[in-house]
């Protein structure tokens, strides 16, 4: 496998034992807005930033973030870098396992980029989840 450290990744993840929060696809999408940045790298920005609205909520960190999913419309190797910016700033120095998927269309044809993650819960929040 390649060593993906030097671009911030893991080929692996090791989670342990405990709960999972799987969480759904974010796009640049802002509660009570209607403006979408026609960019991707502006589109990146709010889709990270609604994943780390939901680590506080879980109350996780980055470093708890075990699997990311990034889905771009029409991929470009340039395209994923520029979302890559905006991952690297939520990230801080977590290297989670990454996947990277170029697609053709996403929920809306604005919508450029999708990002979801797996994240382990810490003890502290996994309690508050409990049904």
Partial sequence: MWNMASGKFSQISVAEQGRLAFLSGQIAAAPGSQDTPKDIAGQAKLATASLAAALDDLEA???D???MRVYVVNATTEAFQQVLTALLE???DAMPSMRTIGVQALYT???LVEIEMVVRLPAVAASKFVE
């Fill in 109 to 111: 044809p604005e919508i």
């Fill in 65 to 67: 973030i075990v699997m």
């Fill in 61 to 63: 960190s980055a470093q």
């Fill in 90 to 92: 939520l990230l801080g």
